[in-house]
């Protein structure tokens, strides 16, 4: 019996024993010195040692290795530690998702692939939802230092005495002789969400023969639920953002934007907390993500989603979609990831997912697609801004700003590496959007190992800005490359003056037909009034669609965030990237949605709202045209109500009456009433061919005085 290193270098002494195999009862132990070198498993020193050994007798010979490694993870208090130092769990799920086979890879080159990119993101930790995998998948986390939740097969009744009670407490003891060994695998429930009405009684078993049968890990009842007073954690969905059935209830859809909440109140003070399938932010499908399905698996589900966008004549925007919603889905992850690094005492979160999951109806909620590669719009760099052994975080009381206020904000850091660091150096700056530097400063700080480190206080005056301005927020850690960002908005607290205002209107009554005939511009608000049919019923949100809307029964929000050209004239009093940020929560918050179907195919709406790509519609929150003489423009947001407290919408709506008193409000297409009655249904009229223009004139105008 010999071990050695991963590189095959003897450690420790050689031992030799001799085995009366008639009086054997077929267990030998035996100790290994290892010698004072030993150097410890962890996700920053993943040392892996492997035990050979070699059985001889007269009837021949046979060898057996095992990867091992030495550490301790174990539960302290609310947090975990490993080795004594406490650790911070970034994870993701596994779901079994192989689309080229239909089954789990068994080489460690893919396996390593899939760890590779968890680093690449800042995770540390995977969850393998309601499996085990085989043997590659621990071979590899043992030598990359990652941290696996792994499950015994279940998502089912227990408790209730059926097969499956037995089954799964025979699989749990498989699982534990066959890869106990490794280092990497540090937690272990039965599965995920159980049902039964004696499931605590049965599950609180489990723990306790798993507690006594191997005390190597820590363990809990299942993934989700239930609470178990013997459990070492507690795995549960409460601590995050979104969840089934609070779709615009959630605080990143019911609250103006702000980085200050945290999860609290919703951890235990008995054990470590770590929180279940957190995020479930979805994303417009990536179209060329189909040719990559050259296995056993084929994309139908995409070929039919590109096919409806095709036919809505909107074929050429299914890129733009996919980078507009990413950057939305992105932004919900940032904000899902910093609360739960904001959280003291917090022992971690399991994202669902980093990948997509192409079941339960198509749930595209990962940054990456199911091969895991990325997508095009954020790449592992950014994503460890704010998912990462360390982290810079600010607590925001807002972002969205008046240039009467000033800017104050505390900073703090999440510090979860290989050790405390000695006194460094936290340098800030606030610039503009084109990286001029306005104001900058800097503290010097020791930083223990843990979160809720409070690093200072970012100060400035924001009278400074004159002109309506997107500023960036900037926290570094010394010369490294560990640092954080944050995009803020200062608007003018009193707002320009603008002559020749055009008419405002809720409807399209005679007066504002009149205005569009005799040339003059017409400015539309449709907020409350839309017809169900045309858009109203739409679940309007600031965040992207949970899990997906097939899935949980059309759960709200029903889009994807806002997609559009942020050069385009009317935007230019309104900063923006063509995406949605948080200067469009204002707005997102109380808007209908127009399907604009029935218009030209060509049309295109200044402003997009991406539908879900399971209806495909042509959604609009903004848009041009000329009516007769006239020019119309016409906005779905909420464009009247509390703009005192709305700065965002305020400014939007100074943006659109700046634009409309321009030589730039110049709509390029246009639009006859009949065309309008489309949207807006103010009766049925279809064809140009079959009535005058003045016709259709007095039949909208009845319409109208009904």
Not at 468 to 473: N, R, Y
Not at 544 to 572: E, M, Y
């Amino acid at each position: 019996m010999q071990a050695e290193t991963a590189s095959g270098k003897p450690v420790g002494e050689f031992v030799q024993v001799e085995v009366d195999a008639k009086n054997s009862d077929n267990c030998i132990e035996a100790t290994v010195e290892m010698g004072e070198e030993i150097k410890t498993w962890s996700e920053h020193t993943p040392n892996v040692y492997r035990m050979n050994v070699l059985l001889q007798s007269p009837d021949g010979v046979d060898r057996k290795t095992c990867d091992f490694g030495f550490r301790e993870f174990k539960a302290n208090g609310t947090r975990f530690e490993v080795n004594g130092q406490p650790v911070f769990l970034r994870g993701t799920l596994e779901c079994c998702i192989f689309p080229l086979t239909g089954y789990p890879a068994m080489q460690n080159d893919y396996w390593a692939k899939i760890y590779r990119t968890c680093k690449e993101y800042g995770l540390n930790h995977v969850r393998f939802h309601s499996w085990c995998p085989p043997e590659a998948a621990f071979h590899v986390a043992d030598s990359m230092g990652i941290y696996l939740q792994v499950e015994c097969g279940g998502w089912a009744e227990v408790g209730s005495g059926k097969p499956q009670d037995r089954w799964l407490k025979e699989e749990s003891d498989r699982i534990l002789e066959e890869y106990g060994n490794h280092p990497s695998f540090c937690m272990m429930v039965y599965g995920n969400e159980p049902g039964g009405a004696d499931q605590v009684r049965y599950l609180s078993g489990l723990v306790d023969h798993w507690k006594k049968k191997d005390p190597r890990r820590v363990y809990s009842s299942a993934a989700g639920w239930p609470y178990v007073e013997n459990a070492d954690y507690w795995n549960t969905p409460d601590p995050r953002i979104q969840a089934w059935g609070a779709g615009i209830n959630s605080i990143i859809n019911r609250e103006a934007p702000r980085t200050d909440y945290d999860f609290a109140g919703k951890i235990r003070t008995n054990m470590p907390t770590v929180s279940h399938e957190i995020g479930q932010w979805c994303v417009y499908p990536n179209f060329k993500e189909i040719e990559k399905y050259t296995g056993v698996l084929k994309a139908k589900n995409l070929e039919i989603f590109k096919e409806t966008l095709a036919d809505k004549g909107m074929e050429d925007m299914g890129e733009k979609f996919l980078y507009a919603s990413g950057r939305l889905q992105t932004l919900c992850y940032k904000a899902d990831i910093e609360a739960a690094l904001r959280t003291p005492g917090f022992a971690g979160f399991q994202l669902l997912d980093l990948h997509d999951f192409p079941g339960q109806g198509t749930a595209l909620v990962g940054v990456l697609d199911p091969f895991w590669d990325d997508k095009g719009y954020v790449t592992g760099e950014e994503y460890r801004t704010f998912c990462n052994s360390t982290v810079p975080l600010a607590r925001f009381p807002k972002m969205v700003w008046l240039n009467n206020e000033k800017l104050e904000v505390p900073l703090e850091i999440a510090h979860f590496g290989e050790k405390p660091l000695p006194e460094t150096t936290i340098r800030w700056t606030v610039s503009t959007a084109d990286k001029q530097v306005l104001k900058e400063g800097s503290f010097t700080r020791e930083l223990p190992l843990g979160n809720c480190l409070p690093a200072g206080t970012i100060g400035y005056d924001l009278s400074e800005i004159k002109e309506p301005s997107q500023l960036l927020v900037s926290v570094q850690i010394g010369d490294t490359d560990i640092r954080n960002q944050w995009n803020i908005w200062v608007y003018p607290a009193v707002k320009k003056t603008v002559d020749n205002l055009p008419y405002i209107t809720t409807r399209l009554d005679r007066t504002a037909q009149d205005k569009l005939d005799k040339g003059e511009s017409v400015l539309l608000l449709t907020y409350g009034t839309v017809p169900p049919e045309k858009g109203g019923d739409i679940a309007v949100g600031f965040s992207s669609i949970f899990w997906n809307t097939a899935w949980t029964r059309g759960q709200a929000p029903h889009t994807l965030g806002v997609c559009c050209d942020p050069k385009h004239p009317a935007l230019a009093a309104f900063p923006n990237e063509g995406v949605s940020d948080y200067q469009w929560w204002d707005l997102m918050n109380r808007c209908d949605a127009m399907i604009l179907d029935d218009y030209p195919k060509d049309f295109r709406p200044i402003v997009h709202i991406v539908d879900d790509w399971f209806t495909n519609r042509k959604l609009g929150m903004l848009y041009e045209a000329r009516v007769g003489k006239g020019k119309l423009l016409v906005c779905g947001a909420d464009l009247q109500n509390d703009l005192d407290k709305r700065p965002a919408a305020a400014q939007f709506r100074q943006s659109l009456l700046e634009y409309m008193a321009s030589d730039r409000f110049d709509p390029a297409v246009s639009l006859q009433p009949y065309e309008l009655d489309a949207l807006f249904d103010y009766g049925k009229i279809h064809s140009t061919e079959t009535r005058s223009g003045e016709a259709i004139k007095q039949l909208l105008n009845q319409y109208i005085l009904r």
